[in-house]
C-alpha cells in the first residue's frame, strides 16, 4: 500500500492507495498535476495522462464516501464523496483517511498528487 497526498492551495488531504496492479500503475504515474470538477453531486473528476490497464480487475465496483477510483471506459481518476450504485467499468485505486473524507466536497480545481514522504 503505497500513501499518498492531495494538494491544493488551500489543504492536503491524505489517502493511501491498495495494494492492486492498478493501483501501482497509477501511483507511478505521480506526481501529477490535475483539474479536478464536480460530476453530478457524487465525484470529483479529472482525466488521466493514459487509461490504466484495468483489464484483471472486477467488471464492477460500488464506491463508498472516501474512495479514488478510475472509471475504465474513459480513463478518468473519480473520487466520491458521496456513496453511489454499483458500476460496471468502475475499478478502487484507494481510499481517503477519515480527516480527509469530510473535506473531499471542497477539493476542486488545480490539485498535486503525489507520493507521501
Known sequence: ???IIFITDAETLHATLDDSPYAREFAAMLPLEMELSDYHGVEK????????DTSAAPTSYEPAIGDITTYAP???L???????SNSR?????????AASRSKL??????VRIEVAE
Open 74 to 76: 474513459w480513463g478518468n
Open 1 to 3: 500500500m503505497t500513501a
Open 89 to 97: 467499468g468502475l475499478v478502487r485505486l484507494g481510499e481517503f483517511d
Open 45 to 52: 473528476v479529472a482525466d488521466l495522462p493514459h487509461k490504466l
Open 78 to 84: 473519480a473520487l466520491f464523496y458521496q456513496p453511489f
Open 105 to 110: 466536497t471542497t477539493l476542486e480545481g488545480r
